[in-house]
C-alpha cells in the first residue's frame, strides 16, 4: 500500500518568514495530493491540493510543488502569520470517483513566533 | 463545498459498553465513506473503508469484530466500538467524497473510555 513520509515533525519560524514542509510517497498510481491544517481538536482542513498532471499550485500566501519522478511534494507558506501555527498534514490518494482512500503523513506542528 | 456531519462530537463511555458514531453526507450522496483514528499528537489512520449497502473493507490491524461499521443509505455510515476499553480512548473521524476529489471530513467524535 500507499506511505507517505513527512518532514519536518516540528517547524517554527518567525512571523513572516516562509515555511516550507517537505513529503514523499511510494506509490506511482498516486494522482492526487491535499494539504490539510488542523487545530487541536478539530478536522481537518484543506488549505490546497494537486493532482499528478500539474507541477505546481498557488494560492495566494500558499503554493504547492509535485514532482512525479522523484515522487515528492512540498507545502510552501510565504510571509507566515501567528494564525499559521497548527499541524499540517500531507496526504496521497488515488482519485477515482466515488471514494479517496487517503494516506496521511505523520503531521509537522507549525508555530510561528512573534 | 459539501457537508459531512457526525454526531456525537464527544462521548464519555464505561469500559465495557458500545458506543455508536454517526457520519452523514447532509448535501450530497456517498457511496462510500471513510472511517479514522487519531490519538493524541499522531496522525490519521485509515480504519475502515464503509460501502453503502455491502461490507466494510477494514485496513489491516483493525478487527472487524470490534468495530462494526453499518452503511444502510447513500448519506449514513455508522461506526459502533464495542465492548469499549481505555486503550480505545481516540478522536475518530469520518470523511466522504461524493464524487469529487476533495474529502469531506466530519467534525470528529472524540471517545473517552473510563
Known amino acids: 500500500g500507499e506511505n507517505v513520509e513527512q518532514h519536518p515533525s516540528t517547524l517554527s519560524v518567525q512571523e513572516g518568514d516562509s515555511a516550507v514542509i517537505k513529503c514523499t510517497y511510494s506509490d506511482s498510481a498516486s494522482n492526487y495530493f491535499p494539504w490539510y491544517k488542523q487545530e487541536l481538536g478539530k478536522r481537518p482542513q484543506l488549505i490546497i491540493d494537486i493532482r499528478s498532471n500539474v507541477g505546481e499550485k498557488k494560492d495566494q500566501r500558499i503554493a504547492v510543488t509535485l514532482n512525479k519522478t522523484a515522487k515528492h511534494f512540498s507545502l510552501h507558506i510565504t510571509e507566515t502569520q501567528p494564525e499559521d501555527s497548527a499541524v499540517y498534514f500531507c496526504a496521497a490518494s488515488i482519485s477515482a470517483g466515488g471514494g479517496n482512500k487517503l494516506t496521511f503523513g505523520t503531521g509537522t506542528q507549525l508555530k510561528v513566533e512573534l | 463545498g459539501a457537508v459531512v456531519s457526525q454526531h456525537p462530537s464527544w462521548v464519555i463511555c464505561k469500559s465495557g459498553t458500545s458506543v455508536k458514531i454517526e457520519c452523514r453526507s447532509l448535501?450530497?450522496?456517498?457511496?462510500?465513506m471513510f472511517w479514522y483514528r487519531q490519538f493524541p499528537k499522531q496522525s490519521l489512520m485509515l480504519m475502515a473503508t464503509?460501502?453503502?449497502?455491502?461490507?466494510?473493507?477494514?485496513e489491516q490491524g483493525v478487527e472487524k469484530d470490534k468495530f462494526l461499521i453499518n452503511h444502510a443509505s447513500l448519506t449514513l455510515s455508522t461506526l459502533t466500538v464495542t465492548s469499549a476499553h481505555p486503550e480505545d480512548s481516540s478522536f475518530y473521524i469520518c470523511?466522504?467524497?461524493?464524487?469529487?476529489?476533495?474529502?469531506?471530513f466530519g467534525q470528529g467524535t472524540r471517545l473517552t473510555v473510563v
Open positions: 448535501d450530497f450522496q456517498a457511496t462510500t
Open positions: 464503509s460501502n453503502e449497502g455491502s461490507k466494510a473493507t477494514y
Open positions: 470523511s466522504a467524497n461524493g464524487g469529487f476529489a476533495e474529502a469531506f
